[in-house]
């Protein structure tokens, strides 16, 4: 039956961590249009959505602190559980600040790689070569 709990926050988490990282490229994506370069609006969307995200990962860790240590009723049963999220929170804020907009610029530079790639086969196969007859 622990496990089945465990399972139940690991689920949680991944919503969070969703969340998290929704939260840091959406910004990223309302700065970078007003003539910003991508790296500093990325970095200033993390900068600007720290704040929540730590703060929302302390107060969630300190309420079930509790139960983590064993201390009050049923902290048995529900306690793995809890710090299987205590931890997974603290991982997902790592992951959301500082390994996903990684991940996130090299996609991007991987996307733009492509693009120019199609782009420039597609101009090499469209070429008409003008008739004599012309």
């Not at 988490?13 to 990282?21: N, Q, R």
């Not at 703060?55 to 509790?66: E, F, Q, R, S």
């Not at 902290?75 to 793995?80: D, H, Q």
Request: charge should be neutral; hydrophobic fraction near 50%.
């Amino acid at each position: 039956m622990q496990d089945l709990f465990t399972g139940f926050g690991l689920a949680i988490l991944t919503g969070v961590l969703c969340v998290y990282v929704v939260l840091v490229l959406l910004f990223r994506s309302f700065l970078q249009p007003a003539a910003m370069d991508r790296i500093e609006a990325l970095m200033d969307a993390c900068h600007k959505r720290a704040q929540p995200i730590v703060m929302t990962t302390i107060a969630m860790g300190a309420g079930m602190l509790p139960t983590a240590l064993g201390i009050g009723g049923d902290a048995s049963f529900r306690g793995p559980m809890t710090i299987a999220v205590i931890g997974g929170l603290i991982t997902s804020t790592f992951l959301s600040l500082l390994v996903i907009p990684v991940v996130f610029t090299y996609v991007d530079d991987l996307l733009a790689w492509w693009a120019r790639d199609r782009a420039g086969r597609s101009n090499r196969t469209n070429i008409t070569v003008a008739s004599p007859s012309q």
